[in-house]
């Protein structure tokens, strides 16, 4: 066959050929033709490849290539079949996508995010459950073997009540999930497990990973976010081609995207005529003083209240509890919870008084809503921390009792067997006196507040949306008004509450989790019941947002929320293990002085010297301030060179949009934009400084090409000095509708010859005859 005849070279140029081609079909998007010549072309490069790849294949030492198109050919099907999987494995994709396909961009954007969440959390939770709590469980002591795994005898009775568990109590208490159920040991099972290392390591390397998790995200977010141009060009272009969200697929989103659109361009048309009415701005400025006013009281109010009923359940806690109420029992938890209910629609109300513009409004909410939870958590902490300092000092009492009591049982001894060879004191761990293990403490609160937070969602899910969507949908053919256009209507879902919700819900799973181990896998559990309910309660109680924003901008914004929270969840943390004593008779750090101690001790004992010495000039104050002034003068640096990219940045946009603006001009045959190019063009009237035309690709031969005679054409005349370009559309040149000129301006009677031998045509003889 003519395959089989063809030479060496000509297999070679064959080869060349088609990779040219395939070339061609990946670069194709790319080229700037229309899509009738792309669609050509196409097509006969794939009819080329089709053909003539097989056909390389054939003859003798040709398999080789033919089977190398093959494998290539089944691989760009592996991947892209891979890809597919691994998008048909993400959790909840179609359930997401329902959901945005109903409400938009921005109502999924916290499903998305609550999404992320529930994965960070899950590898918090490996981390936690297979380096403390396994290691304690299989190779640990057992329930019952020490006091600390031992519920104590008087609250033996009780201590599987429900009223008991409920409240973390009796055997919750001393389970595996809070830190006073872990042993000191150095070493524990047959493989020499280090669990107090373990346990300090895991509880920072928590906030490392959380750090680095979220520092990445921003990271990728900025990268996938970046804007095409600057936030003040092309407002209205912008707003024409991409405030559509494409993923609505119901009707009733549409009409209020719809709407949306359409109030955004009034809202730019008239911004600057609202920013020029005359008002009072004394009323003004004094409306905004009294509403911040009035905010600052209510967040000083609601610290104040957390600070006072922490109080009280310090003198609760030293009471019988048969004598005490629910609500007294857990009143710390649900005014938390009812603080982060009202204060935010309080704020809303006051906000009115302000006048805003809803942008910057909506910052000024989040920004209040985040203060007042912050300030919350912190009254919390602090009013915590004094507990804490009570219960030190009642250890220390605990303390010194116990030593007192087994120096005199060693006195004792000694003196009435007459002997040094004393046997420990034979005591029931049930009955040993212990003390209040503070640790253990702060864990069981953080475990409340995040119960009780998780009543308090559902509950208000429950009744504020779902009871709330019944009423309206059953009522409204008996009521005297509309109830879906008017009060109490459908709910619309908070986005911004439930995320900063859950953002300082993760603020104290990183506070907490030091302290109760089991607190993460809580929080997994939490996370995943929520997904499903907030799901089901979005599609079936609320109604689309009669603004619809799409959420690409805001994501980075609440995970710098996360990273702001991160910090301030290391803080408590931080401060207890380089300052709090820890207690003496629970906890992996019972018997040292500080938490950290067990790194210096397993530094000196199982690490050769010059390590230790290497730590202990690393700790050194004299190495340490260097190091932070080095690290500050590192950071200046490199804030002034981002600034210096950030302004060639836009240097070079001004550049390229100069650059487009004039080859927009010199394609539309306007004036050029470029000043000094306008005065050599008005000093020479050849306009002899005009821009060659560029080259068109001859388009295939199936392409029917028309209006031929607005191609540019150029017809060059000797006999001059030099040569002049003519053309027939160039910038600033005016149009001629007889034709290009061939021949030099002369007298009028007899006409110049063509200097090319073409002869012209009637028309133009015509306008070179003489008269």
Not at 165 to 189: A, E, P, Q, T
Not at 259 to 267: H, L, Q
Not at 452 to 465: A, E
Not at 505 to 534: H, K
């Amino acid at each position: 066959s003519d395959e089989e005849s063809m030479s060496e070279g000509e297999m070679e140029a064959l080869k060349e050929e088609v990779e040219e081609k395939k070339k061609l079909i990946a670069t194709l998007r790319t080229k700037p033709w229309r899509m009738k010549r792309r669609l050509v072309h196409l097509k006969e490069a794939q009819e080329f490849v089709e053909r003539f790849e097989g056909a390389l294949g054939k003859g003798k030492g040709r398999k080789w290539y033919a089977y190398k198109v093959m494998m290539t050919k089944k691989l760009i099907k592996f991947k892209r079949d891979f890809e597919n999987f691994k998008t048909a494995c993400i959790p909840w994709e179609r359930k997401i996508k329902e959901v945005e396909s109903h409400f938009g961009s921005s109502v999924a954007s916290y499903f998305i995010f609550l999404r992320w969440m529930y994965g960070l959390n899950l590898v918090l939770f490996g981390f936690m459950f297979g380096l403390v709590m396994l290691p304690e469980i299989l190779m640990g002591l057992p329930y019952g073997s020490i006091a600390r795994k031992t519920v104590p005898r008087a609250e033996q009775d009780t201590a599987m009540d429900f009223s008991v568990l409920f409240d973390f109590n009796g055997y919750c208490k001393y389970s595996f999930i809070f830190y006073g159920y872990y042993n000191n040991d150095r070493m524990v099972g047959v493989l020499k497990f280090r669990l107090p290392l373990s346990y300090l390591l895991v509880g920072v390397g928590i906030f490392g990973y959380s750090l680095m998790v979220v520092v990445r995200t921003m990271a990728r977010n900025s990268n996938e976010g970046g804007e095409g141009a600057e936030e003040g060009e092309f407002t209205f272009s912008w707003k024409m081609f991409t405030s559509w969200d494409y993923l609505i697929g119901n009707p009733e989103t549409a009409d209020n995207k719809y709407a949306s659109i359409t109030t955004s361009f009034k809202e730019s048309i008239v911004d600057e005529q609202e920013n020029q009415k005359d008002e009072n701005i004394h009323l003004r400025r004094f409306l905004r003083v009294l509403a911040n006013f009035m905010i600052l009281c209510s967040l000083g109010g609601s610290g104040f209240l957390i600070y006072y009923v922490v109080k009280r359940s310090q003198d609760f806690a030293e009471m019988d509890n048969k004598e005490l109420s629910w609500l007294e029992k857990n009143e710390v938890e649900f005014v938390m919870s009812l603080l982060g209910l009202v204060c935010p629609p309080l704020f809303e109300t006051i906000a009115e008084l302000e006048d805003y513009h809803p942008r910057i409004a909506l910052k000024w909410q989040l920004g209040r809503i985040f203060a007042l939870f912050l300030g919350n958590l912190y009254t919390f902490l602090f009013a915590l921390f004094d507990e804490v300092n009570a219960k030190l000092e009642k250890e220390k009492v605990i303390k010194n009792e116990t030593i007192w009591a087994l120096n005199e049982y060693y006195a004792n001894y000694s003196s009435f067997h007459n002997t040094t060879d004393i046997p420990p004191p034979n005591v029931h761990p049930a009955d040993v006196v212990r003390g209040p293990c503070w640790e253990t403490g702060v864990g069981i609160e953080f475990v409340k507040l995040i119960v009780s937070d998780m009543q308090v969602t559902y509950l208000t899910i429950l009744i504020g949306d779902f009871a709330r969507a019944v009423i309206v949908r059953f009522l409204n053919y008996c009521w005297c008004w509309d109830l879906e256009a008017g009060f109490p209507s459908y709910g619309e879902f908070d986005i911004s509450g439930n995320v900063l919700g859950l953002v300082f819900n993760q603020g104290m799973i990183w506070m907490g989790a030091f302290y109760a181990p089991g607190l993460v896998g809580l929080n997994v559990l939490r996370l995943l019941t929520s997904m499903y309910y907030q799901c089901w309660a979005v599609m079936s109680c609320n109604v689309p947002h009669e603004r619809v924003f799409k959420a690409s901008r805001s994501n980075n914004f609440y995970m710098g929320l996360l990273l702001l929270v991160l910090f301030l969840s290391l803080l408590p943390v931080v401060y207890t293990i380089m300052t709090l004593p820890p207690s003496f008779d629970c906890g992996p750090f019972s018997g040292q002085e500080k938490m950290y101690d067990v790194v210096m001790e397993t530094i000196e004992n199982d690490l050769p010297a010059f390590i230790g010495n290497i730590f202990t000039y690393a700790t050194n104050p004299g190495l340490i301030m260097p190091a932070v002034l080095l690290m500050i003068l590192a950071l200046y640096y490199l804030n002034t060179t981002s600034k210096g990219y950030q302004q060639a940045n836009l240097d070079l946009k001004r550049k390229m949009q100069m650059a487009r603006d004039e080859e927009k001009n010199r394609r539309n045959n306007k004036d050029s934009t470029n000043q000094v190019m306008k005065d050599l063009e008005a000093l020479l009237p050849d306009r002899s400084l005009a821009p060659p035309p560029e080259e068109e690709e001859e388009p295939p031969p199936e392409v029917v090409v028309e209006k031929v005679a607005k191609s540019p054409k150029t017809k060059k005349k000797k006999g001059e000095k030099g040569e002049v370009d003519l053309q027939k559309e160039v910038s600033l040149a005016a149009e001629n509708p007889k034709g290009p000129v061939t021949r030099a301006p002369g007298s009028r009677g007899a006409p110049a010859g063509n200097a090319k031998g073409t002869q012209p045509g009637k028309e133009r003889s015509r306008g070179g005859a003489s008269k």
